[in-house]
């Protein structure tokens, strides 16, 4: 038996540093933190799960045995008072420390679940990555995140990886974390009205922002798809969040005026942007109640994704091998062909072609292919 296997073995106390703060990887290892949840029950162990806050009220009945500290990200936010920032991170640190775990581990390749794991008094620390420093672990495992063998590319794989190494059993085929979520209350349904949804018309969520350029399909694109699906008795909902989100969302509010304000005297009844104006669970909320979702390769599509709504998700140049969506109802449009062997994420001479190339209509059928499967509206 390794020493990774042994410590969990010997441990009465367990944390899990995964502070990560990507929506989607957060979905896709939470099927497997659920595994390791019940094992700990099986055997009884405490489980301690360090979340990024802004994930608590969404996740924390997914783990209904463990314990939570929730990493403060917007106070350790650039620009943020030093003084507010320091007694957040010492308050968080001090709240990992209080667990006294034997064993810490984490399960990505960020900085912050190193650092966290460093200080979590734990006495044995358990690293998933030899890509980072090996300084203060007891044990550095040297997990593959890339070049897997074709049936097992998606990053689950690898997060599973690390979840067996430690002598947890991984049963099943790659899944999302099951969130116990129900349909929208009175309460949360009155709020959605308040807010501009409309009872009438069958709900088209967008997501037309991304986090990164290289993920962000045209936005003149994701005009012409709204258009359409308003004039196919839609009312087209635009989610996201921060200032990204805002001003992509304002673009495509602007040209949806500007198509339809002669002939529609009120267009908040078939376009409304709700970016910034939900929370996590609000979205989650909202999308059980949709009838379909457009969006980038992005932390809602992936929601949407394990929450069973159907949808078309575009990949650009990220491996979509690595990081598609698990939900069979989801459909995954890329044009990888269009760009250059040398273009990277990062690097592309093309003007990431591989993304302008996926035109309105080629999403636009996806998506009626979809309606066909669920006897929906087409668009």
Aim: charged share 20%; proline share 4%.
């Amino acid at each position: 038996m390794n020493f990774s296997k042994q410590a969990m073995q010997d441990a009465q106390q367990i944390a899990l540093i995964n502070p990560t703060k990507f929506l989607g990887n957060l979905l896709l290892a939470g099927g497997l933190i659920q595994q390791l949840s019940d094992w700990c029950i099986r055997h009884d162990k405490q489980l301690l799960i360090v979340l990024d806050e802004g994930f608590e009220e969404l996740f924390s009945g997914a783990f209904p045995a463990a314990q939570f500290v929730f990493y403060p990200r917007k106070a350790l936010l650039p620009g943020s008072p030093i003084w507010a920032a320091l007694r957040a991170w010492l308050k968080c640190i001090r709240q990992i420390r209080a667990f006294n775990a034997d064993v810490a581990f984490n399960i990505e390749e960020d900085s912050v679940s190193h650092r966290l794991t460093h200080f979590s008094g734990a006495r044995w620390k358990i690293s998933s990555t030899t890509h980072r420093y090996h300084f203060g672990f007891n044990e550095v495992m040297d997990v593959v995140r890339s070049h897997r063998p074709a049936s097992e590319q998606s990053i689950w794989y690898s997060f599973a990886d690390v979840i067996s190494s430690l002598g947890v059993p991984v049963l099943g085929v790659p899944a999302y974390v099951r969130l116990h979520l129900d349909s929208p209350d009175a309460d949360r349904m009155s709020r959605f009205q308040r807010l501009g949804l409309s009872a009438r018309h069958p709900l088209l969520l967008m997501h037309a922002g991304a986090s990164k350029s290289y993920k962000q399909w045209p936005v003149a694109h994701f005009s012409d798809v709204a258009h359409r699906a308003i004039e196919s008795g839609y009312q087209v909902v635009l989610i996201g969040a921060g200032a990204r989100d805002q001003q992509v969302n304002l673009q495509i509010g602007t040209e949806v005026r500007r198509r339809f304000h002669l002939r529609n005297g009120d267009e908040s009844a078939v376009c409304i942007d709700l970016c910034n104006q939900l929370s996590l669970l609000d979205l989650a909320s909202l999308m059980l109640i949709s009838h379909q979702i457009l969006g980038n390769d992005s932390g809602p599509s992936h929601l949407a994704s394990a929450l069973g709504l159907s949808g078309v998700v575009i990949f650009g140049p990220t491996d979509l091998a690595i990081w598609r969506p698990l939900g069979e109802q989801t459909a995954v449009i890329d044009s990888k062909s269009s760009c250059e062997a040398s273009c990277t994420r990062h690097h592309c001479r093309l003007n990431y072609r591989c993304l302008s190339d996926i035109t309105p209509q080629r999403v636009i059928e996806q998506m009626n292919l979809a309606e066909e499967s669920t006897k929906g509206k087409p668009l």
